[in-house]
């Protein structure tokens, strides 16, 4: 049977229930109940949700290879294997693992379990109101969405199943089927946002340990969907397909609920660092993963040049990103924030190579964001080596959507809908919690910008920033691809933009064949799996 069929095919695993919040996303098997005896009560809904967010965490890799490997943010490391360098370099074949869909699809069939079969658990005053059905169902639609739109960015055109696959007899039906139009995938994606929205809180609530009732967990809020994740997702929607006015109102929508955490400076990099910030107002949603229940992700592995720590350096950050942090790179690292990025670049975003990862110069530059326990000061002389993650322990909670991702969208899509005075604000407002000067204001390698610069200039400011804020995290290609958008059509991008920026991080001898690829945008997109190609006929029509 076709490996991505199997994967579809889920049966409901109970979880035994651990003591804290975190355990919520962190569950170990114990048993397997059949679906005929599903649904018997609220915790068999708990049993369901746990299994679709669980689904997140093999995608980890592939939002960061896949959103950073094709764009201007990174570079193949020394390690970097045949599909890190099809990917850099724009020439993908069908037999690179990161065509390989199953993930997605794993992901998408969970949260079509949870939305088929949560309606049939019994209501329970206590444990289990209308809201909190609601709440489990809008969650479920969130990570449905989320999973289509990322097949939608790399795939284009992809199968479509809004159903639950529970019967093997269903298989050949409806995953041998065609693709369905990338503009009609996303027209449901919009509606089931604005189902999610309607569902889900501001907040997350949980049965009390002691007492009935439910309580806020200010934990599970960064590790499940509330209201202002799903605003997120709808902004980055609505910027794909240049519906700007749509996409500004969302914005609002999470201004609601949420407001950008100021004053950070150095403690900025907390976010990375520290795995449970059960107070922090930054993460709107992440994925867990816990060394001590044994789920780890290859973030280390993919990054470090440590083979000590399991680190194959695979990817590296590009010359460009660093220089856009620190303009002076590797020669001098500033401690001015006129001239550098002194909060997000060397020593937080990056920094140098093992052991001592504090020499700009002759040392193979790593990604410090999955890394490092503490920020890195930049140094000539060897000293004690800074706090990082102990070896093979990658267990670092990355985001999939944060406030400051939020600001730069709604940023991106004031400016695109004439206001550009809210654009500027936006920006100044991420900058300004790490100590930056305004966009106003000149720094070293970049141009200021005001309500009288044009919009492709306060765009050019604007990936700028997302560079600097969300360097790294999965983002950057598909920014790329969404201004690209915005420079022509939706159905048309500009192609010269998109290539224009990539090929700065292309070495010269690779630049006229990359450049000749990325011409055409139908190349930005990934080809279906020879796998899936073979199993499904309708893939190579």
């Not at 190349?523 to 796998?531: E, K, Q, S």
Request: positive net charge; aromatic residues 12%.
């Amino acid at each position: 049977m076709n490996k991505n069929i199997r994967g579809l095919l889920i049966l409901v695993v109970v979880v035994v229930i651990g003591g804290g919040c975190k355990k919520f996303l962190a569950p170990a098997p114990k048993d397997v109940v059949l679906e005929s005896n599903f649904p018997k009560n609220y915790w068999d809904a708990e049993f369901m949700l746990r299994g679709a967010y669980q689904a997140l965490q093999p995608l980890v890799e592939y939002q960061f290879v896949l959103g950073e490997m094709r764009g201007d943010w990174v570079t193949p490391g020394t390690g970097a294997d045949n599909d890190i360098q099809e990917l850099a370099y724009h020439r993908v074949t069908a037999n690179n693992r990161y065509t390989e869909w199953q993930p997605y699809y794993d992901l998408i069939n969970r949260a079509n379990y949870v939305i088929k079969n949560v309606p049939r658990v019994p209501l329970d005053s206590n444990y289990f109101p209308p809201a909190r059905r609601d709440q489990y169902l809008g969650e479920a639609r969130f990570l449905r969405c989320w999973a289509y739109f990322n097949l939608v960015e790399n795939f284009g055109s992809v199968p479509f199943v809004w159903d639950a696959v529970d019967d093997i007899s269903k298989v050949d039906t409806l995953f041998r089927i065609a693709p369905t139009a990338q503009d009609r995938i996303l027209d449901s994606v919009e509606v089931d946002l604005q189902r999610a929205y309607a569902a889900c809180d501001f907040q997350i609530w949980v049965p009390n340990s002691f007492d009935a009732g439910l309580r806020v967990s200010y934990e599970q809020g960064q590790l499940r969907v509330r209201k202002q994740a799903v605003c997120e997702l709808q902004a980055q929607v609505y910027l794909w397909r240049n519906k700007y006015t749509e996409a500004v109102n969302v914005c609002r929508n999470y201004s609601l609920y949420q407001a950008l955490p100021g004053g950070m400076n150095a403690s900025w990099f907390l976010n990375f660092s520290q795995n449970a910030l059960p107070f922090a107002a930054e993460p709107l949603l992440r994925v867990n993963f816990s060394f001590a229940a044994r789920e780890t992700n290859s973030l280390m592995m993919l990054t470090s040049n440590d083979p000590a720590s399991g680190g194959k350096y695979m990817v590296a950050p590009s010359t460009v990103a660093m220089k856009t942090y620190n303009p002076l790179y590797p020669d001098a690292i500033s401690t001015t924030n006129t001239k550098d990025d002194i909060y997000r670049g060397f020593g937080y975003s990056y920094a140098g190579g093992a052991p001592y990862y504090n020499k700009p110069r002759s040392s193979a530059p790593v990604i410090w964001k999955f890394l490092g326990l503490a920020a890195v000061l930049p140094d000539s002389v060897n000293n004690v080596p800074p706090t990082i993650r102990a070896a093979y322990q990658s267990d670092y909670v990355p985001y999939i959507n944060r406030c400051g991702d939020v600001s730069l969208l709604w940023a991106e899509a004031a400016n695109r809908s004439g206001d550009k005075a809210t654009a500027i604000s936006n920006i100044n407002a991420v900058r300004g919690r790490v100590g930056m000067p305004n966009a106003t204001t000149p720094v070293t390698g970049a141009d200021s910008i005001s309500a009288g610069s044009s919009v492709e200039k306060i765009e050019d400011y604007i990936l700028r920033e997302w560079g600097l804020e969300l360097g790294f995290e999965g983002r950057r290609w598909f920014t790329l691809m969404r201004m690209a958008r915005h420079r022509g059509t939706a159905a048309a991008p500009n192609a010269s933009y998109l290539s224009g920026v990539v090929l700065k991080r292309v070495p010269a001898a690779q630049q006229a064949a990359v450049g000749a690829v990325l011409a055409d945008p139908k190349n930005w997109y990934l080809p279906y799996n020879a796998t899936e190609v073979k199993l499904n006929p309708y893939l190579s029509k």
